[in-house]
């Protein structure tokens, strides 16, 4: 028996995951990234493999000193979609990379559906 890593099982469920799902230039994948400490998104367009649109929010934290990781990801969340609204992107597909939809990942996509996108 081979013992694996969290990163090693959670890149496993990415895969998994990634074979289902793909980005196009109508309705591009959102693609989130959580470390201990920030959040990322990304807009990506599968078929050219470019990157629409990417945040972070380390942008939020600076703005707001105490929020919480949750709050900051909603907001995130919110903002992208006022960003994917303004380049005139209603739909997207989710990619919660491998993580469960819960915590900040579930603040994400709440926060985009609040601002307007479509899943």
Known sequence: MVVKTKTQQRERR???????????????????????????????DDEKGKTLLALND??????????TKIDSAFELGKALAQKA????????????????????VKAVAEGAREGGLKF
């Not at 609204?85 to 900040?104: M, T």
């Open 14 to 44: 990415k895969n998994r995951i990634r074979t289902k799902i793909n980005g196009t230039h109508k309705r591009p994948r959102l693609s989130v990234f959580r470390s201990n400490k920030y959040i990322y998104l990304q807009l990506i």
């Open 58 to 67: 380390q942008t939020i934290k600076s703005e707001k000193n105490k929020i």
């Open 85 to 104: 609204l303004e380049k005139k992107i209603q739909n997207i597909v989710f990619d919660r990379g491998g993580y469960k939809y819960h915590g900040r």
